[in-house]
């Protein structure tokens, strides 16, 4: 585990391209390039944004969304394949870490995936989204425990969780209790409007102090074309309009850089890992500060299967 030592961050409020997997995933790997050469180390991109968040779902019925939905089948990428070959190349090659979220096709099933590739391009998280949120459960399904755990990274210890996955406390502890130092969290951005950037504010800068982490937020940004493609009702465009609020927090809970509310960019900032021991020498939630012999989180971190084989008796 990295204990001191400065990592320079990036956050990526990103553009999909939306009808055209490629397209985002020539985005991802353009971003990548052009983070590492400005110094980036560490690079988190937001919640599926390959191949894009399912807008659709937040605002078209269940019963009229079937084709949208299989076209997202169709353009989402398999875990290992192609799509994440090639952001391992250039996570190797720039030798970065990498957060991205993804549309994870595993046969007849969707899932809301975090990967966390190291420098050297392997993939050393991936996790699946325990609960979908409210329409999303239409479009994913639901993922177990066994990627609620931190992973040491050439930039640190990284735990990661999507959207309001963060409103689950014990989901969070369990990373905090295995002593996450970069929390790399992903939203989808331009949904809701500006209470849903308030609400992610304080969640977010809430955990890095609770944590005593720091905090790389990253969500998506539709252009107001893109807003129309989605839907031409103006009574539903509004829905996918705000939200945004790609950042970078230190474990005081305090802005490295100004976040990024609107348009596509970066929000770059370095982090100094002394800060972490600043912040816990004061008030430490899984050290001198919890009380384990009354409150203690059990998790249950095996990796789930439909089907599990028996042993062959003995002696037949």
């Known amino acids: 585990m990295k204990t001191q030592g400065i990592v ?3 956050a990526v409020q990103l553009s999909p391209v939306l009808g055209n997997a490629d397209g985002t995933v020539a985005k991802v ?3 990548i390039a052009h983070a590492a050469s400005q110094g980036v180390q560490l690079i988190v991109f937001p919640e599926t944004a390959v191949p894009y968040y399912p807008y ?4 078209t019925p269940a019963v009229s969304m079937g084709a949208e939905h299989l076209r997202l089948y169709e353009r989402s990428p ?3 394949g192609p799509v994440t070959d090639a952001v391992g190349k250039a996570a190797r090659e720039h030798g970065v870490v990498v957060v991205l979220g993804v549309n ?3 046969h007849g099933t969707l899932y809301n995936t975090q990967l966390v590739f190291d420098t050297s391009g392997e993939i050393v998280l991936k996790r699946r989204k325990i609960t979908p949120t ?3 459960r239409m479009v994913w399904g639901m993922g177990d425990g066994s990627g609620l755990k931190p992973v040491d990274t050439a930039v640190g210890r990284i735990g990661a969780l999507a959207c ?4 689950n406390p014990l989901a969070r502890y369990a990373l905090m209790a295995q002593h996450e130092q970069i929390h790399c969290s992903q939203f989808p951005g331009s949904l809701v409007g500006q209470v849903f950037a308030d609400q992610m504010e304080v969640t977010m800068r809430h955990h890095a102090l609770e944590s005593g982490c720091f905090v790389v937020n990253a969500t998506a940004w539709l252009s107001e074309e893109q807003v129309q493609s989605v839907t031409t009702d103006p009574s539903m465009q509004k829905a996918l309009r705000g939200g945004c609020y790609t950042s970078i927090i230190s474990p005081e809970g305090k802005h490295l850089a100004e976040p990024r509310r609107d348009g596509e960019g970066m929000v770059m900032a370095e982090l100094d890992f002394a800060l972490i021991t600043k912040r816990k020498r004061m008030m430490d939630s899984v050290g001198h500060y919890a009380r384990p012999e009354l409150l203690s989180l059990v998790l249950d971190d095996r990796a789930t299967a439909p089907m599990a084989s028996s042993p062959t008796p003995t002696g037949i």
């Open 78 to 80: 398999q875990v290992p």
């Open 8 to 10: 320079k961050a990036a």
């Open 29 to 31: 790997i353009d971003t």
């Open 164 to 167: 309001w996955e963060h409103y």
């Open 104 to 106: 994870e096709r595993d």
């Open 56 to 59: 659709f779902s937040f605002i």
């Open 134 to 136: 409210y329409h999303e």
